[in-house]
């Protein structure tokens, strides 16, 4: 993954410390990026994912930033930029998961959930885009949802964070793609992470797996292709485009 001037591209993945940010980060740099792997509070989590990184050859460091709040997003940025010159690639994966009856949802737990699914996007994109546009040329890859897309029983904080995820990705892209910049999302169905590991054996999951068309869940590092594919050239077409690997549990 080259830059047109051939060098590795620099690619900064948030909340990369574990699931499908850790094998975004890991998949980018077989591919040739050098990568910022971004961690909330998991900075054992994120050494993990470095040491992947660094065993594929590429470059990379660990970042640590509450991202929902826009000095620190703009913060990290700008720490990624001064240690490797610039970033091609941003990929927006930090999240929350939410489930429970909407009645009882606590207005905490709404705002962390928004904060965390959504705000934060708003807040790294907003840090990144001045220079990319700068150099005409960059790619943004949101990890959206396929419940942001239909909706699900009791994650209501979940999918209107993930709905809005989209809605944000569509508008941007019509925004800056003449500008040389491509912003794209990911809408996965359940995916095997830590983050859902609690739900697959329990009703509710066996209940998705029966909306799976291919009869199961996805792993992460099938996810990660769909994104890695979205960071590349191959991808030279898309922008404002959502990307479905979900076991063909939602056909839009």
């Known amino acids: 993954?080259?830059?047109?001037?051939?060098?590795?591209?620099v690619v900064l993945v948030t909340g990369s410390s574990r699931g499908i940010g850790a094998e975004v980060a890991a998949k980018a740099a077989v591919e040739g990026a050098t990568v910022a792997v971004h961690y909330g509070t998991?900075?054992?989590?994120?050494?993990?994912?470095?040491?992947r990184v660094r065993e594929a050859g590429a470059d990379g460091d660990c970042f640590a930033a509450d991202i929902a709040v826009g000095a620190e997003a703009e913060r990290l940025v700008a720490a990624v930029i001064d240690r490797f010159g610039r970033i091609d690639g941003l990929v927006n994966n930090a999240g929350k998961t939410q489930v429970g009856p909407f009645l009882s949802i606590d207005l905490g737990e709404w705002d962390e959930v928004i904060r965390t699914d959504l705000t934060a996007a708003f807040h790294t994109i907003r840090a990144v885009l001045p220079s990319m546009v700068e150099r005409g040329s960059g790619s943004i890859v949101n990890i959206a949802s396929r419940l942001g897309q239909?909706?699900?029983?009791?994650?209501?904080?979940?999918?209107?964070?993930?709905?809005?995820?989209?809605?944000?990705?569509?508008?941007?892209?019509?925004?800056?793609?003449?500008?040389?910049v491509r912003i794209n999302a990911v809408a996965?169905?359940?995916t095997l992470t830590e983050m859902t590991e609690d739900l697959v054996d329990t009703?509710?999951?066996?209940?998705?797996l029966r909306d799976m068309a291919l009869g199961?869940?996805?792993?992460?590092?099938?996810?990660?292709?769909?994104?890695?594919?979205?960071?590349?050239?191959?991808?030279s077409l898309f922008t404002g485009q959502t990307l479905n690997p979900n076991s063909g549990g939602y056909m839009p």
């Open 1 to 9: 993954m080259s830059s047109p001037a051939g060098r590795p591209r």
């Open 42 to 51: 998991s900075r054992e989590g994120a050494e993990r994912t470095l040491a």
């Open 150 to 180: 239909m909706g699900v029983t009791e994650t209501a904080a979940y999918s209107a964070a993930k709905a809005g995820l989209i809605g944000l990705t569509r508008s941007l892209a019509r925004e800056f793609g003449t500008k040389g």
């Open 188 to 190: 996965p169905g359940v």
């Open 203 to 208: 009703e509710a999951g066996k209940a998705r």
């Open 216 to 235: 199961r869940f996805g792993r992460a590092d099938e996810v990660a292709e769909a994104v890695i594919f979205l960071l590349s050239d191959k991808a």
